[in-house]
């Protein structure tokens, strides 16, 4: 696999600043703050329940959050200051800040009853206001991103795991999203899938594309991101360059970790 390119560019695109969420007692993030650079692909790892999957949930604004404040391009996201007061967004400013942000879930939710090219063509024509004809053709040009130009008129139900989740990452890229998130996108795949999807995801952090990736594949880690995030009881325990950080941890707990699940 070739070496990944340093990012493009040092602009930050996303911000979290002393993100807090909380389920009851229960603190899911403890006053959590990262920054994600323009054509940057940072790979969040770490145990179950450590964080990871609720942090991206927040910047897409499906978890709301109970203290700090995150930003795409500078815009805060899910509110807006009144004097000293912050005000929740009502759905339709949620919805059009959402859109800049794309995510990719672990489980595919696609539509069964529409072909493959339909799913795809679904946001850029009821959302974008995009023509059908230039919707269709844009799924196309996806389609054979990541591999399945053949699928166009295929239903969900018959395609392989794999396929449906790299169905799911082109329907995400139709959006024109500023920043892909993902959120363990081959954690519902079967061992010999996995590949499939991780090929199409590197092929995007080649291409330069900004991406958040909650994964708990290492190797790909070190191979695709250019920083790696360790997060462990909602908090970031160690963050860097990715290949040195995996190769030589600086905390006993991340090295422990390593030591684990590799």
Known sequence: MSELSPPGSKRKILRAENVTKRYGRYVALNEVSLDVHE????????????????????????????????????????????????????????????????????????????????????????????????????????????????????????????????????????????????????????PELVGEVLNVVTDLAKAGKTMVVVTHEIGFAREAAHRVVFMEHGRIVEEGEARSTLANPRTERLRTFLSRVM
């Open 39 to 190: 054509g940057e692909v940072v790979a969040i790892i770490g145990p179950s329940g450590s964080g990871k999957s609720t942090l991206i949930r927040c910047m897409h604004q499906l978890e709301s959050i109970e203290g700090g404040a995150i930003y795409l391009n500078d815009e805060l996201l899910g509110f807006r200051r009144q004097g000293n007061q912050l005000l929740a967004l009502n759905a339709k400013a949620v919805a059009r800040q959402r859109r800049e942000l794309g995510m990719v879930f672990q489980q595919f939710v696609l539509f069964p009853h529409m072909t493959v090219a339909e799913n795809i063509m679904e946001g850029p024509v009821h959302v974008l206001g995009d023509s059908a004809a230039d919707a269709r053709k844009l799924a196309e040009h996806l389609l054979d991103r990541v591999g399945l130009a053949q699928k166009m008129d295929a239903y969900p139900p018959q395609l392989s795991g794999g396929q449906q989740q790299r169905v799911a990452i082109a329907r995400a890229l139709a959006m024109r999203p500023k920043v892909l998130l993902f959120d363990e996108p081959t954690s519902a795949l079967d």
